[in-house]
């Protein structure tokens, strides 16, 4: 059978979204239901946090007793990082589990050329430990370059900054005021080289999540588990590159073009990196940019189902 281009793709899937509007309303509960959800256990888990340590004996005392204040600053420290802890855990289920079923209905919508709400239940029972998965494994693999590049930056600034500090106090002696910052070419190499750092650590990373672009689209049609998804996804991404960099050019055309008719605009709504990055933001646009960002989240999502089934290269049976 003759491979779809880019072009037939999109009509292809413009035909299959207008008879499945249902695919529409995923992307409205990861916008909107999924904040207000998240704000509202939020206040739930701080609310007392807050009223314990504003009551707290600690607290009162806290004007005559420099330990109870630093006691109750912990117990508040400490309280607000195991909720903050909480709500990411919540968000990263129900994220994985709303993405999960929408998974589901699009797999079908593809394959099948319709799809209804139930295919929404059965994608959660069968794709949601997949979808967790394969977002754990990326947030660990984005959490690790931004440690590499944290630590890289801190080994570049340093020598700076031991420049700075007195020959005489390091030896164990009285500190003494610096007599004069380092040479100007050395501020400039210092920044130059941070700037080099960061600059190789986000081409990493757009590069892990370009070729990773198609991981759950394989975990859906491809019928495997997270890890051999994101292989696959690095597989289809090196065989269809021209494809991809031209759906990648498609999304940013269409981003850019809302961009244009709402400057300023909130970005929230699922749009934006929410997209092929399948995220969603706490903040709420306005009404026609909202509309226009959901058309291209749940038409992008379908887009790349498409695409991925017309030219995905069929494993080697064994």
């Not at 919540?90 to 799809?115: C, E, F, P, S």
């Amino acid at each position: 059978m003759r491979k779809l281009d880019l072009i037939e793709s999109f009509k292809r899937t413009v035909e299959l979204l207008r008879s499945n509007l249902i695919l529409f309303l995923p992307p409205l509960i990861l916008a909107y239901l999924i904040p207000a959800a998240l704000a509202l256990a939020a206040l739930y888990i701080f609310a007392p946090i807050l009223i314990a340590a504003a009551n707290s004996p600690a607290a009162l005392s806290a004007l005559g007793s420099t330990g109870a204040a630093a006691l109750s600053a912990l117990s508040v420290l400490a309280g607000s990082v195991v909720g903050i802890a909480i709500i990411v855990v919540l968000a990263l289920l129900a994220y994985a589990y709303v993405l999960a079923g929408w998974t589901g209905m699009n797999k079908n919508t593809t394959l099948t050329g319709r799809t209804e709400f139930g295919d929404f239940w059965i994608g959660t029972k069968v794709y949601f430990g997949r979808i967790l998965g394969g977002i754990i494994v990326l947030a660990v693999i984005y959490i690790l370059l931004a440690g590499v590049g944290v630590a890289a930056t801190f080994m570049v600034i340093l020598p700076l900054i031991m420049s700075l500090v007195p020959a005489d106090f390091l030896a164990g002696g009285s500190p003494t005021i610096p007599t004069g910052l380092p040479e100007i070419s050395r501020i400039i190499a210092t920044i130059g080289n941070t700037v080099g750092v960061w600059l190789v650590i986000v081409t990493l990373a757009g590069l892990v999540f370009l070729f990773t672009l198609f991981w759950v689209q394989s975990a859906a049609i491809d019928e495997v588990g997270a890890l051999r998804a994101l292989g696959r996804s690095v597989s289809f991404v090196k065989n269809n590159f021209r494809t991809t960099l031209g759906l990648a050019a498609l999304y940013i055309i269409a981003t850019g073009f809302t961009g244009a008719i709402f400057p300023g605009g909130g970005g929230g709504g699922g749009g934006g990196a929410g997209t092929v990055g399948y995220g969603f933001s706490m903040v709420i646009p306005a009404p026609l940019e909202a509309v226009f960002q959901l058309l291209i989240t749940t038409f992008f999502m379908l887009y790349m189902f498409v695409v991925y089934a017309d030219k995905k290269t069929e494993p080697r049976k064994r």
